[in-house]
């Protein structure tokens, strides 16, 4: 067993990735991927998001984690350029994004999934995945003028595919539309599609929720990996246990503002976020069902 295994289940020698951060809202980072600033969204009167700054470290789990309803999926779509801000700017790998589309964002090396997976179940998986692979659509129609370009493309994206395919246990359903899958199947299916443009950061909103628990476990292992590959793993989960075990940093979202930031044992014991999250957590954990496959 290797010592990043041990870390990862929460017995070894920690490694710090962190380098020294200190453990407070706004934290600087010693070598941000990401860094934004003043990012806000309102929704009528309501402001869902009002984050300050925030820097996320390059090469860790970092997990953002927040009551129903804190802001989460929102500052994603942001990050993402799912939807638009009011106000803020943010940079990635040293550029500006802010502004940018989805598309656009995905191309500068920032992925994300949806917390309501987004396959199209009446595609193949196969078939999902190629969507996935970069600049579909526009350099489709420029493809009538480099057809031999974009064959060997389309060939190079395809072996990706099956790559990815092979590493997420998906390779057998390759053919099967990706509605038969199973809730956490299609987890995996929205993970491995992400990778198709080779991300250096990856953003997934609740990645385990409705998730069998052996199937959370090949997640977190998936997750643990792409740390390890060098990537880095921005996640918003709801399950403690998972949160604590695997995450090197923790950002606590409330009312759409960051109250607190550290490593596990930094958040374990912060009142403000026990008030604020895990006590509501409890009882959340108590009135949720069990997972849908
Ligand atoms: N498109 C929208 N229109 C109006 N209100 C919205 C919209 N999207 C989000 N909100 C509101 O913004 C707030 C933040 O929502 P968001 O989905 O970001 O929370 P979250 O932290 O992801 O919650 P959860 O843990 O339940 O997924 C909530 O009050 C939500 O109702
Ligand atoms: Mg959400």
Redesign the pocket.
């Known amino acids: 067993m290797s010592s990043d295994e041990v870390n990862a289940s929460g017995a070894g020698v920690e490694v710090d990735r962190m380098a020294g951060a200190v453990p407070e809202p706004g934290s600087v980072k010693s070598d941000p991927i990401l860094i934004a600033d003043g990012v806000r969204r309102s929704?009528?009167g309501?402001t869902?998001v009002d984050v300050k700054h925030l820097e996320v470290q390059r090469g860790t789990i970092t997990a953002l984690i927040?009551?129903?309803?804190?802001?989460?999926?929102?500052?994603f779509n942001l990050l993402t350029g799912f939807d638009r801000v009011d106000g803020g700017r943010w940079s990635f790998e040293g550029k500006q994004i802010n502004g940018r589309r989805g598309h656009q964002v995905a191309r500068a090396g920032m992925v994300r999934t949806f917390?309501l997976t987004k396959a199209l179940t009446r595609m193949t998986v196969l078939d999902n995945m190629l969507l996935g692979a970069p600049g579909q659509v526009g350099e489709r129609m420029a493809g009538a003028f480099l057809r031999p370009v974009w064959g060997r493309q389309e060939k190079a994206n395809t072996v990706k595919a099956m790559d990815l395919l092979e590493r997420f246990k998906l390779i057998d359903k390759r053919q099967d539309m990706a509605g038969s899958l199973s809730g956490g199947q299609r987890k995996l299916l929205e993970m491995a599609r992400a990778l198709m443009t080779d991300p250096s950061m990856i953003m997934l909103d609740?990645p385990m929720a409705g998730v069998n628990p052996a199937l959370v476990q090949s997640l977190l292992h998936h997750i643990t990996s792409l740390r390890d590959e060098g990537k880095t793993v921005l996640f918003?989960e709801?399950d403690m246990d998972v949160i604590m075990g695997i995450s090197d940093w923790i950002v606590v979202?409330a009312q759409g503002q960051v109250i607190a930031e550290g490593r596990p044992s930094d958040i374990r014991s912060n009142q403000q976020v026990i008030d604020a999250y895990l006590g509501a957590q409890e009882v959340e954990g108590e009135a949720q069902g069990s997972g849908d496959d």
């Not at 927040?66 to 500052?75: E, L, Y």
Request: aromatic content about 6%; hydrophobic content about 35%; cysteine-free.
């Open positions: 929704f009528g309501l869902a927040g009551p129903n309803g804190a802001g989460k999926s929102t500052m917390q609740e918003v709801h979202l």
